[in-house]
């Protein structure tokens, strides 16, 4: 899933101090999951909001409510007829949410509540890491299912580098060396062989690097 | 026999190993503003006594005079220059035109790298771009050579002729997989290997046996990585706190046991002796002598190991 963290509450006040009236929006999926952006962080946050603006003797109305999905237009249109009612809109879903958000009510400001990190998984209650950088080409297949773009500080796609020491990557003892774990798993599975067969330039175009992508489901011919 | 130094380049450090002499390199980094002086100040007291001198890039991920200026600075005293070459800064389009560069200049040889992480370095805000991995600049720059092809395929008129070298640590972790990643850079096209600094003498002699039971010291030449201790401070700095480094506690003792102002001569004298005792090694091929900052020790250190005067090579 996505994962995204909740933005510090003085940069979203910093965003809405001289508003009227402020929507909460969170959003039930991804950052519901990693408790950054659901219904239960939206009314956490509203109430927040309110806190402040009563305390800066101001009578801006603040409320909260959770789509579906932020990025699936039936959902965001439930928004359609109340969206008036606010000057701008708080959106709790990752940055796809806050864009379609605000590519659907052009005359809102739409804020993001959240910062979205990255496309990972739940280690235990509150702890989320990361496992992919949708490059856009797997090759997990080769890599033992581990991925070094995400997991290697460097990216590299012929590890380990000189830098690691006892599992752990050079940047942090907190973090641990993709290629250890890469290696360690291609030894389980009696792949060894794959280790040592240097791997060709990837082919970055289907990564960010070419550009903004699109995917249009190709027709099932059967 | 199956060598990658059948590939022959004008590098005068591929033509010393090749005869079967020991290759001498030392390195030189370049300062961290536009004073090229520097540069020269300090090929000149190296470069008699060197085949070549590395020229490092951005090391440790500082901002620094670019490689690729300074080795041409030393191309023309006479000298002759190794570019490092890191995939951290460039992109195959940026490097590939420096290496087309290079050549230009009459610059042949390389040392291929990954480089270390920009957060150990002076811009930690810094987006990095490892679009190549150090095997993969491996790769390019033999395709280049051998091929006459940039990665793209386009064919050249005229191909840079590099003697392609990459580093490697014997030291790191997992220490089983050192071996089988030396094959693999060896494998992708190196023809020279400069490893990390040596101070634990046995694990180096293990990988080294590791490498020749392998036959790798037959497909590319290793050299030795030589950092002589300054201090007795230098030298738990090393042990403690730069990655991928095994200094072990004797080295720590024997700069422990003698007076502060002898430890600088201590540090030359075990690295003399050091050196010695790899020349014996099966495999070692040359020596690499980092003298960071301590450059003026490097006269001494190559006339104290008995590797000067230096082969000349017409």
Redesign the interface.
């Known amino acids: 899933m996505i994962i995204a963290k909740p933005k510090p509450i003085e940069e979203i006040i910093d965003l809405v101090k001289d508003l009227k009236s402020v929507l909460v929006a969170g959003c039930d999926g991804c950052v519901t999951v990693c408790e950054a952006g659901g219904m239960k962080e939206a009314q956490v946050l509203a109430s927040a909001l309110r806190m402040y603006f009563r305390q800066q003797g101001k009578d801006t109305k603040v409320e909260e409510t959770s789509l579906t999905r932020q990025c699936d237009r039936p959902y965001i249109a439930q928004l359609d007829d109340k969206i008036e009612k606010y000057d701008a809109v708080v959106s709790l879903a990752c940055g796809a949410g806050v864009q379609f958000l605000a590519e659907r009510f052009t005359k809102k400001p739409i804020f993001p509540g959240v910062n979205t990190c990255f496309i990972g998984v739940t280690e235990e209650k509150g702890e989320w890491t990361e496992r992919c950088q949708a490059c856009g080409d797997c090759i997990l297949a080769t890599t033992g299912g581990i991925c070094p773009i995400a997991r290697c500080?460097?990216?590299?796609?012929?590890?380990?580098?000189?830098?690691?020491?006892?599992?752990k990557c050079?940047?942090s003892k907190e973090t641990a060396?993709g290629w250890?774990l890469i290696?360690e798993r291609l030894k389980e599975l009696g792949q060894?062989d794959r280790?040592?067969?240097?791997?060709?330039?990837k082919n970055?175009a289907t990564s960010r690097d070419g550009g903004p992508r699109k995917i249009i489901k190709e027709v099932s011919q059967a | 026999m199956s060598t990658n130094n059948t590939s022959k380049t004008p590098s005068k450090l591929q033509k010393i190993m090749d005869a079967g002499d020991f290759g001498v390199t030392s390195e030189c980094g370049p300062p961290r503003g536009a004073d090229g002086k520097i540069v020269e100040e300090k090929a000149n007291l190296i470069g008699d006594y060197v085949d070549a001198i590395n020229v490092t890039d951005n090391q440790t991920a500082v901002v620094r005079l670019s490689s690729l200026a300074a080795c041409i600075r030393i191309k023309q005293m006479g000298y002759e220059p190794i570019l490092q070459m890191v995939t951290r800064d460039r992109n195959r389009i940026g490097m590939q035109a420096d290496i087309l560069g290079a050549a230009s200049f009459g610059i042949h040889n390389m040392l291929c790298l990954t480089g270390d992480h920009q957060s150990f370095g002076d811009h930690p805000n810094a987006a990095n771009v490892f679009d190549l991995d150090s095997t993969q600049l491996i790769q390019t720059v033999k395709m280049m050579r051998d091929e006459k092809k940039l990665l793209s395929g386009f064919e050249m008129k005229v191909a840079p002729e590099m003697f392609i070298g990459c580093a490697a640590n014997p030291f790191a972790d997992p220490f089983e997989i050192r071996v089988s990643r030396l094959a693999k850079k060896i494998a992708a096209g190196a023809q020279f290997i400069q490893t990390q600094c040596i101070y634990n003498m046995d694990k180096f002699k293990e990988w080294m046996k590791g490498v020749v039971d392998r036959g790798l010291h037959e497909k590319a030449h290793i050299m030795a990585g030589m950092t002589p201790m300054k201090s007795l401070g230098m030298a738990k700095y090393m042990k403690n706190k730069v990655p991928g480094m095994d200094v072990p506690e004797s080295v720590i003792e024997r700069m422990a046991g003698v007076p502060k102002d002898k430890q600088a001569e201590e540090g030359i004298k075990m690295c003399i002796e050091q050196i010695q005792e790899l020349k014996e090694v099966e495999g070692v091929r040359g020596f690499h002598i980092m003298a960071i900052e301590w450059e003026e020790k490097v006269p001494e250190i190559v006339k104290g190991s008995g590797l000067y005067p230096r082969p000349k090579i017409d």
């Open positions: 500080s460097k990216r590299m796609s012929n590890g380990p580098c000189g830098g690691s020491s006892s599992g050079e940047i060396c250890h290696y060894l280790f040592e067969k240097p791997n060709d330039p970055w």
